[in-house]
Nanobody, 127 residues
């Protein structure tokens, strides 16, 4: 099973940017879609963005469209989440996860479709 590690979180002021990374170890995830989810304090986990295994298809939740960009570099076994124009409501622990299925044309958005999860990285946006 692929092991995922998130990095790049930290404190940032509103309007600022961060780039999160999700790196795989154990085996490659080049044939799996990767998703980003987040859990804010006192709230349920929510879908943020996902990218297909080939990188040609992406999904975003409405609240981050136009501000966040997901991308991947399969040669580096890494998926990125570029977060711009951050808002205090983006404060959360961000998790990446790998689709349990391989080579799906479109990336999933349901947590149940993802089988491997990282430990999370905390993003704190201050106003």
């Amino acid at each position: 099973q692929v092991q995922l590690v998130e990095s790049g979180g930290g404190p940032v002021q509103a309007g600022g940017s961060l780039r999160l990374s999700c790196t795989a170890s154990g085996r490659t995830f080049s044939t799996n879609a990767i998703g980003w989810f987040r859990r804010a304090p006192g709230k349920e986990r929510e879908f943020v963005a996902a990218i297909s295994w080939s990188g040609t298809s992406t999904n975003y939740t409405d609240s981050v469209k136009g501000r966040f960009t997901i991308s991947r570099d399969n040669a580096k076994n890494t998926v990125y989440l570029q977060m711009d124009t951050l808002k205090p409501e983006d404060t959360a622990v961000y998790y990446c996860a790998a689709d349990q299925r391989a080579r799906m044309k479109y990336p999933p958005i349901r947590p149940s479709d993802f089988g491997s999860w990282g430990q999370g990285t905390l993003v704190t946006v201050s106003s």
